[in-house]
């Protein structure tokens, strides 16, 4: 499965961005996928994650995000945002997003719980 990362940029703090994830040729509704982020030195941290649509395409938020960023999926688009907003210097990193099929009872916050990444996508924020 490859997946495709879209939407980073610069910005300046208090900002907004919109991440995309799209799989082509794969219905991505079918498939529970995540927004990890890493900055250099630092280790593979998971940002959210939306749910595959048999499992109620519920949500999961890492504790610094919840309130400013919001995971969705267009399943007619066959995309998975993250929209994010009032952006911090701490947000900077290159943001990944993966995918997996299976169903973990789990939260499915570490990265291994994914088995199809797509390419980074950089997000930098600045003052």
């Known amino acids: 499965v490859q997946l495709q990362a879209s939407g980073g940029g610069s910005v300046q703090v208090g900002g907004s961005l919109r991440l995309s994830c799209t799989a082509p040729?794969?219905?991505?509704?079918?498939?529970?996928t995540a927004w990890f982020r890493q900055a250099p030195g630092n280790e593979r941290e998971f940002v959210a994650n939306?749910?595959?649509?048999?499992?109620?395409?519920?949500?999961n938020y890492a504790d610094s995000v919840k309130g400013r960023f919001t995971i969705s999926r267009d399943n007619a688009k066959n995309t998975a945002y993250l929209q994010m907003n009032s952006l911090k210097f701490e947000d900077t990193a290159a943001y990944y997003c993966?995918?997996?099929?299976?169903?973990?009872?789990?939260?499915?916050?570490?990265?291994?719980?994914?088995?199809?990444w797509g390419q980074g996508t950089q997000v930098t924020v600045s003052s």
């Open positions: 040729g794969r219905t991505l509704s079918r498939y529970t």
């Open positions: 939306i749910r595959r649509s048999l499992s109620s395409s519920s949500t």
């Open positions: 993966g995918a997996t099929e299976r169903h973990v009872a789990g939260p499915m916050t570490h990265h291994s719980d994914y088995a199809y």
